[in-house]
T-cell receptor, first 116, second 113 residues
Framework: EAGVAQSPRYKIIEKRQSVAFWCNPI?????LYWYQQILGQGPKLLIQ????????DSQLPKDRFSAERLKGVDSTLKIQPAKLEDSAVYLC??????????????FGPGTRLTVL | DQQVKQNSPSLSVQEGRISILNCDYT??????FLWYKKYPAEGPTFLIS?????DKNEDGRFTVFLNKSAKHLSLHIVPSQPGDSAVYFC????????????FGTGTSLTVIP
């Protein structure tokens, strides 16, 4: 079974520029998550999709971050414009179904973003 | 508000000995707990989980213990191997939190050959 794919693996941009990340979840997984992980901290949930609908985006800075999951499969996360404090690893994860009591999330390799 | 805490940022253990990683949580509604392992430049990899109806779950060299009254879980690795050197994150979730995962800050384990 192929894992969660993410691209790019690394991205360096200047502040105020835009950037987009792509995620392809494990086949058949209904739930998709985007996390932000700042160095020395645990992953922090940004947004959660169930199929192509947003379930929870309460921690997404909506003035600059946006995400979509068209057709309930692939997803993109965009930052526009980027700030210095957005430097982090952006992790995508997927799970079979968030309504399962023992649902397990599987993570991609992440995209390391550096904002200069 | 950090609902899941890993108070030891790092741990060093000799190869062959037991590694014990600890995790505390504050939300008594959490009923499913997981441990993830992360190597540099890779995403977290699922390691082992435990439901609140159990107090122990074992998978090979890895055992997770849950003490609900103390709101504490621990991961035991025995015997420890150099390949176990990684950052370990605990996570907790519950249907009452929308099945959102709350992660600790991680413990960096170094197994010394």
């Amino acid at each position: 079974e192929a894992g969660v794919a993410q691209s790019p693996r690394y991205k360096i941009i200047e502040k105020r520029q835009s950037v987009a990340f792509w995620c392809n979840p494990i086949s058949g997984h209904a739930t998709l998550y985007w996390y932000q992980q700042i160095l020395g901290q645990g992953p922090k949930l940004l947004i959660q999709f169930q199929n192509n609908g947003v379930v929870d985006d309460s921690q997404l800075p909506k003035d600059r971050f946006s995400a979509e999951r068209l057709k309930g499969v692939d997803s993109t996360l965009k930052i526009q414009p980027a700030k210095l404090e957005d430097s982090a690893v952006y992790l995508c994860a997927s799970s079979r179904n968030r309504f399962l009591s023992t649902d397990t999330q599987y993570f991609g390799p992440g995209t390391r973003l550096t904002v200069l | 508000d950090q609902q899941v805490k890993q108070n030891s940022p790092s741990l060093s253990v000799q190869e062959g000995r037991i590694s014990i990683l600890n995790c505390d949580y504050t939300n008594s509604m959490f009923d499913y707990f997981l441990w993830y392992k992360k190597y540099p430049a890779e995403g977290p990899t699922f390691l082992i989980s435990i439901s609140s109806i159990k107090d122990k779950n074992e998978d090979g060299r890895f055992t997770v213990f849950l003490n609900k009254s103390a709101k504490h879980l621990s991961l035991h690795i025995v015997p420890s191997q150099p390949g176990d050197s990684a950052v370990y994150f605990c996570a907790a979730t519950s249907p009452n939190t929308g099945n959102q995962f709350y992660f600790g800050t991680g413990t960096s384990l170094t197994v010394i050959p």
